[in-house]
């Protein structure tokens, strides 16, 4: 059975483990899934013909969670804990699960792939307009940078 997903992606920041979970939300777009590495060229001597090329440098793009819902302020305590000294720096460790159309026999939308994400820190946050209609926290933008972005190995 395929059912329409509107917060295709689930959002879960944690501290140490999974168990230890600090933030949760659900959004309608990510973007920045991104890994650049830098080769280093080496040249050596007596060979004219190219350049030896070794691994360089892996470079994170910031990752930017948008449109998204939360039924608590836990995404907001965190980035105004980090940016107003009281925890500078605090990090956290969080997965990204893209939601497929299937559902599961409790109804909850079955994970395609997951993300894992080490060391995310909070560096812009947007609210959404507010709406005395709405009874969730909206969110219009987050965006987190990373040192480490893989990909899980998917479940079932």
Not at 5 to 19: D, I
């Amino acid at each position: 059975m395929s059912e329409f997903v509107p917060f295709r992606f689930e959002v879960s920041l944690y501290h140490r483990s999974k168990s230890d979970l600090l933030c949760r939300g659900y959004f309608s777009e990510v973007t920045g899934l991104e890994l650049t590495m830098e080769p280093r060229a080496i040249q050596e001597g007596g060979r004219n013909w190219g350049e030896i090329q070794r691994v360089g440098q892996t470079r994170f793009t910031p990752i930017v969670l948008k449109r998204g819902v939360t039924k608590i302020n836990d995404l907001w305590l965190w980035f105004d804990a980090v940016t107003r000294g009281q925890n500078y720096g605090y990090r956290l460790h969080g997965t990204i699960k893209v939601l497929g159309g299937e559902v599961d026999t409790s109804g909850n939308a079955k994970p395609v792939m997951t993300w894992k994400l080490d060391g995310v820190l909070p560096t812009r946050f947007k609210g959404a307009d507010l709406s005395s209609t709405a009874s969730q926290v909206a969110i219009e933008e987050v965006t987190l940078i990373h040192e480490s972005l893989t990909l899980e190995a998917a479940s079932g």
